[in-house]
Nanobody
Framework: VQLQAYGGGLVQAGGSLRLSCAAR????????MKWYRQPPGKQRELVAS???????DYVDAVKGRFTISRDNVRRNLYLDMNSLESEDTAVYYC?????????WGRGTEVTVSS
């Protein structure tokens, strides 16, 4: 299983970014996919999840600002981030639990300047 996240960058507070994650080596459409983030000096935290059928869940801090989505044909996972705040600065990782273990992509860094 390979996950590759990309799309991070430097953005001003109030701006938007779209993160993408390309997944290979698994039957993508049947697995719940997740985005995590790790702010500087803090622990990694779950941001959002989406089931294979498209049901979504979000941590309270991003509700109404972030949208997780997926393309089961292209095997891509997305995170649309709007109204970004300095507190959203972190390395973002895509994740899937499959074959009795967790798989992590190399993170993509998001920096929000105030």
């Amino acid at each position: 299983v390979q996950l590759q996240a990309y799309g991070g960058g430097l953005v001003q507070a109030g701006g938007s970014l779209r993160l993408s994650c390309a997944a290979r080596g698994l039957n993508f459409k049947i697995y719940t996919m997740k985005w995590y983030r790790q702010p500087p000096g803090k622990q990694r935290e779950l941001v959002a999840s989406i089931t294979g059928e498209g049901s979504t869940d979000y941590v309270d801090a991003v509700k109404g600002r972030f949208t997780i989505s997926r393309d089961n044909v292209r095997r891509n996972l997305y995170l649309d981030m709007n109204s970004l705040e300095s507190e959203d600065t972190a390395v973002y990782y895509c994740n899937v639990g499959a074959y009795l273990r967790d798989f992590w992509g190399r993170g993509t860094e998001v920096t929000v300047s105030s």
